[in-house]
């Protein structure tokens, strides 16, 4: 009985100690790569009056239509998705922020880059794509299911 109340007792101050490092406050001084680093000086009181991040919520994303950039289009040919695939990795690796989809839509191999809700987001991604890439025949696609973080 005593095991099962000290084990008990020990989840639950395991429980809170975790809820309480996962505050909004303490959310928004995550170091993020790339992003910069926000520090916020404030009573300790103030995170209980905000409330806490809902796990559920972290790293969800909503689909809604809005714009891609079309890198490259081949056809169903094996070169085409060895050259997608090559165009895949260039783009990762030079610009990491940038979501990139590979895929192959009948008859033809595409990569597709970006997730954007504007056309001028998506404007100004292919305007410098054009200027620091190889690749001339980009365009912006409309109308696409994009992935938008919450």
């Known amino acids: 009985?005593?095991?099962?109340?000290?084990?008990?007792?020990?989840?639950?101050?395991?429980?809170?100690a975790s809820?309480?490092?996962r505050t909004l406050v303490r959310d928004l001084e995550r170091d993020v790569p790339g992003k910069g680093?926000?520090?916020i000086e404030s009573d300790a009181r103030l995170d209980s009056?905000?409330?806490?991040v809902s796990d559920a919520l972290t790293g969800t994303r909503i689909k809604a239509t809005g714009y891609r950039i079309q890198v490259f289009a081949g056809n169903n040919t094996r070169a085409a998705?060895?050259?997608?695939?090559?165009?895949?990795?260039?783009?990762?690796?030079?610009?990491?922020d940038l979501?990139?989809?590979?895929?192959f839509k009948s008859p033809r191999w595409l990569c597709v880059v970006g997730d954007f809700l504007y056309y001028e987001?998506?404007?100004?991604?292919m305007r410098k794509l054009k200027k620091e890439t190889?690749?001339?025949?980009?365009?912006?696609?409309?109308?696409?299911?994009?992935?938008v973080p919450l």
């Open 1 to 16: 009985m005593k095991q099962t109340g000290l084990l008990l007792f020990l989840l639950l101050t395991t429980a809170l």
């Open 19 to 21: 809820a309480q490092e």
């Open 37 to 39: 680093t926000v520090h």
């Open 49 to 52: 009056l905000i409330g806490y």
């Open 81 to 96: 998705k060895e050259q997608a695939t090559e165009i895949d990795k260039y783009i990762r690796a030079n610009y990491p």
């Open 99 to 103: 979501p990139v989809y590979t895929m």
């Open 121 to 125: 987001e998506a404007y100004e991604t």
């Open 134 to 147: 190889p690749y001339k025949g980009i365009i912006i696609l409309r109308k696409q299911e994009i992935k």
